[in-house]
């Protein structure tokens, strides 16, 4: 059995990595192509010719079909064979390559790995930032070695940002706010709320205003592995309250996480904001400080991945400050044993 | 059990690569040296010092003999210590090498892994144009990180040559001419036989002379892992048949096989001629261009075999086109699982 | 069970490698961190957080602490969690990290493996060339991907001198001179006595004097697994025995080996000499050569190793030469299964 979640969606890439020129990313141990037809909707299939094995995506587009570089065998973009190498040979029906379902939404492209007959659409998780009116979205690719359980850990806890990102956006006074850990159905919600504190450079320069804020970070995981974190500062006395703060400035960090094999992952980072939403140098200067930061998290994640390895007779140990990411490997640990099915599933 | 024939004659080496310093290489999964002693003949033996196993390819060659580098014990030719590291201790004459029948036939140094019993010259494949009057021949050799079975496939199947070598030597009108696969004792020939047709460019260049033409190319696979190409053209009239076919120009493509572990094989490949025999600019020309088109091979071989690999859920299939691929793959299995003693055989 | 003796005391380091910001090393299969206190004591502890696993070595030294890298958890040099990432939590004091008892002893840095228990100081190898008066003692480190075992058999050999060392310090008069091998208690000791001899280059330099001289290698194998080897000379009638012998020159080749892995070992080597002690140019012209001597030495070790793993059916032999190494590996063998305690080791 693997370590992750068969029957759910998981970002397969960024909308605009996929193309008509088929892109191969392993997907929870799964070699797949991706690309789109004409009519720019989405293929995923294995990326393996039924016919000898090469990989479909050393093949050559034909229309919304992908001739193998091999012998030519043509599939279509439903995996079906459409024609044999030799041209008047008879087509076998049966001969078809496994496809996947694949959606186009908030800027990712999503794959349902596990049951097909599973795969409703509306249990693609709600990443409504990255895709709504009043609001900018921008972030990049990169591939960890690592456990995408480490990656969910990391983002689940915020007081690593003391230490691994010293240099960075590390401060020690986000050690002292009390953190709240609750579960919302099968999301698992971490609450950091700063009322009446003094607004750090960064956000009074979205604010654009002097004064005392209150401020938040609110880290939201949803399976089968992203997690979104709410944060941003309002005027003290705008109102804003843990369950509604849109008074003043709000982002959200985005992150996808999708496992390439039990020892490497795929992850997706971003940040969605609703201020200077038409300033793409702003877009520009962010990614390029938070792909700063988490090149930071991925030297960590690496080390501490090859340590599990090394250090076959120890085991992780949770405190205090893990308890979002224990939650977050619990609903995992609950949703991987039952595989359940949508009509099982909680309202979200 | 290996996934190859034990009791057969391997292609070891080019004649040229033997020579008095040791040659190291594996073959069918061991670790051999090969040299020639001083009167040319041929020395194959496993590639450890039966002392402390440092490879004796490593060693100092003395005389017809290899003294190990490590503690200087003396290997002589037949595999027996000649000298122990301390010259005045007495020789144990059980102490010795294993050695391997080996042989120099068609420019190609022969190996026999199995039984040194069974290793009957008689058996060495006849790749007679290698090495025949009025012909000329020259190759390379490569290592490809493939099954070698998979390198037999490719060669019985000329259908490849359209996308594989869409950009070199590929022709759509080679699909179109008709296939003929059958099997004569333990060979298997693929034939297809092209009469009165407008001669390539190549083979108007060879047979220097206008007009339409008989071509053919046949494919014939010959235990354990050879595959020679029986390729040329001939005027139409000159009476040209699929059994007799030296009217015209001739040339065979040679391709040698050998295993070096389930995953990796030595390609050992080439061109033998009989037209412009005398012009050694074709010849270093057309090896130039043969080595481009079977790079091409490899980049698709090597790819296929990491593809099989991960996606140790998907088999192989056969076409038509196949047919050739695997009645080879039907004879070595039945070698394979039989190792037929060299009477067994049914004369060739 | 490990191919190497647990209950013992093995070099970790270099005194010199060890100073206050940690040192990581694989030792016998475990990964450690070495590091010192503000007084200079040593600590040596498994080199992972208790918490989520990070190398504590890309931690922050604080004090004669280490914060980890991650969380910030405090560990004080005894191993025992000193602060909790939120530093109001409660620390639990069951919360640990394993120590090693460690010790600097002639110029290294010892660890013992096994049972904590048993750590006896005493039973540190006795290495007094490199820590005495009128002594002075240089050399290096090295990594080596070989069997430790395959590194003492090489050291207790010296005939292979001859071939491996063939450019360097080879002479083929060596291998004329008898050897006699013993053990006493655990140690093994192989002894070369040359009697009236013409003193070669470099001892005549040392001696400075002409004249005949006896001249002796003894080398000495000391469990776990340390070889130290003392060569020099005295002029013939001065009274030299193989018992005692400071009538003349004399040095010590120091080897000190320990297993990182059953395939891959440290190497620290060096020498310790009673004479021309004041002239550090001629430590570092000895120590530049050592070090060549010794690269030729790894070659031959990792082309042994690899030849090992690729002949699985063959097995190592033992000749008379070998007789120092095998009564080594006897030694090896009884002290790793029975795991002695000190009180059962007979005196030294």
Redesign the interface.
Known sequence: MTTWIDDRWYVAAWDSEVDSEPLAR?ICGE?IMLYRRLDRSLVAM???C??????LS?G?REGDSI???????LIDSEGRAAE????N?PVNSA?CVRTYPVADRHRFVWIWIGDPAKADPDLIPDLWPCSSAGWTFDGDYVRIACDYRLLI?NLM?L??E???HEGSIGQPEL?EAPIETHAEGHEVVVTRWMPGIEAPPFWRGALKQEGLVDRWQICRFLPPSNVIIDVGVAPVGAGATVESHDQGVRGFVIDAITPESESASHYFWGMARNFDVDDPGFTARFKRQQGGVFAEDVA?LE??QR??E??PD?S??A????RGGMKARVVIERLRKAQLSPAEMPPA
Chains 1, 2, 3 share one sequence.
């Open positions: 392993t070699p294995r990326d393996a039924p016919h000898r094995l090469l990989p050393m050559i001739r193998c570089r091999y012998h030519g065998l044999m190498p030799l041209k040979d001969l850990d806890d007081t690593h003391t230490y691994v050690m960590i080390a501490q340590s599990i090394r250090n120890l992780l140990r405190f205090n400050i893990d």
